[in-house]
């Protein structure tokens, strides 16, 4: 069963940095996409950035720049680190599996969802 459990949001002002973590279980990061999303009240939940079994990144355009994904597969973890933030990332950010190669990033073919890390960003 994969389960995901998230950690590492907090309060921050904006141009400050934040890493979240994401340990899993269940599963072998090394062998699915791992994906980090994130829902800010009233809004839809969004890919962020996503971690190929092979290394592979990608991040959403917008965040290009200021946002990386990494992971540790002998730990099982998931980070995301996240540098000069702006009061527009805040939302709770949630990590996902999803097994074989990433495809589409939408929240619906990934699995394991936690409770989610709250990011908040003043200004």
């Known amino acids: 069963q994969v389960q995901m459990v998230e950690s590492g949001g907090g309060s921050v ?3 400050g940095s934040l890493r979240l973590s994401c340990e899993a279980s269940g599963f072998q990061t090394s062998s699915y996409c791992m994906g980090w999303f994130r829902q800010a ?3 839809e939940r969004e890919a962020v950035a996503s971690i190929l079994s092979t290394g592979s990144t990608t991040v959403a355009d917008s965040l290009k ?6 992971k540790d597969n002998v730990k099982n973890i998931l980070y995301l680190q996240m540098n000069n933030l702006k009061p527009e990332d805040t939302a709770t950010y949630y990590c996902a599996a999803r097994p074989g190669p990433c495809g589409s990033l939408l929240p619906r073919y ?3 969802w936690g409770q989610g890390t709250l990011v908040t960003v003043s200004a």
Do not use: D, E, V, Y
């Not at 720049?65 to 990494?70: N, Q």
């Open 13 to 15: 002002q904006a141009g």
């Open 41 to 43: 009240p009233g809004k």
């Open 65 to 70: 720049g200021r946002f990386t994904i990494s």
């Open 110 to 112: 990934f699995a394991g």
